[in-house]
């Protein structure tokens, strides 16, 4: 079936935080005097992450305000401490600002391939309220929808973010191509939808030359 519509992962995939997790939290933890070394606040993010991700219920927040109490709970382990609410509130914030994130590579060129060829774009994201704004301040797009895991209150591996974009832009899934980093995420959310997966490495960017291999057919 022809290619009808591009679905975009965010975070790994069009963008990735910046100069990272662990320098970011450390600059704004200093600023509430909580002196951290950025590199091993890099290194417990991670674990730290993944650890809260398992325990909660709708993961990444069943809507914003359960996204805040879940980027909390990552923060404190991240931190292995009780921290100030305003020093959470901060670094929950510090990443709704464009500065903090950096665009991959091939992304802009993905996103222009697809405009060449008049197909439309969506983001089928795991974030929160943060990535609209985000989309804007970074020039990205356009999109014709953007759709977080939070609005649904489902993240992936569950279909539930891609049927929301799908229907928002008049296609069936199996005439979507998603673009994003995860296998278990990503990778399976396709394999339920009956979408077409292409992989990310984020420290290579997106195929641009795969993508427009499959955009011919």
């Known amino acids: 079936m022809a290619v009808r519509a591009l679905t975009f992962d965010a975070a790994g995939t069009l963008i990735a935080p910046h100069p990272g997790v ?6 704004v933890a200093a600023r509430h005097g909580f002196e951290r070394d950025a590199d091993e606040l890099e290194r417990a993010f991670a674990p730290a992450f993944k650890a809260v991700l398992a325990t909660w219920p709708a993961p990444y927040g069943a809507d914003e305000a359960d996204a805040r109490r879940f980027w ?27 500065a903090r994130w950096r665009v991959l590579p091939g992304a802009r060129e993905a996103l222009a391939l697809a405009a ?31 759709v977080t895991s939070a609005q649904v209150g489902r993240a992936k591996p569950d279909p539930a973010p891609l049927l929301r ?4 832009m008049g296609v069936a899934p199996r005439g979507v191509v998603h673009v994003g980093d995860s296998e278990r995420e990503d990778g399976a ?18 195929d641009v030359a795969r993508l427009d291999a499959l955009l011919r057919h």
């Open 22 to 27: 662990g320098a970011v939290y450390a600059e």
């Open 72 to 98: 909390d709970g990552v923060i404190a382990a991240t931190f292995a401490e009780s921290l100030p609410y305003e020093l959470c509130c901060d670094l929950y914030d510090a990443f709704a600002q464009a």
């Open 116 to 146: 060449r060829r008049s197909i439309p774009c969506a983001v089928v994201s795991n974030f929160d309220l943060r990535l609209h704004a985000l989309v804007g301040q970074l020039a990205l797009g356009p999109f014709a929808a953007v």
């Open 165 to 168: 974009a799908c229907d928002l």
């Open 189 to 206: 959310m396709c394999t339920a939808t009956g979408a077409s997966w292409l992989r990310v490495d984020p420290a290579v960017g997106i």
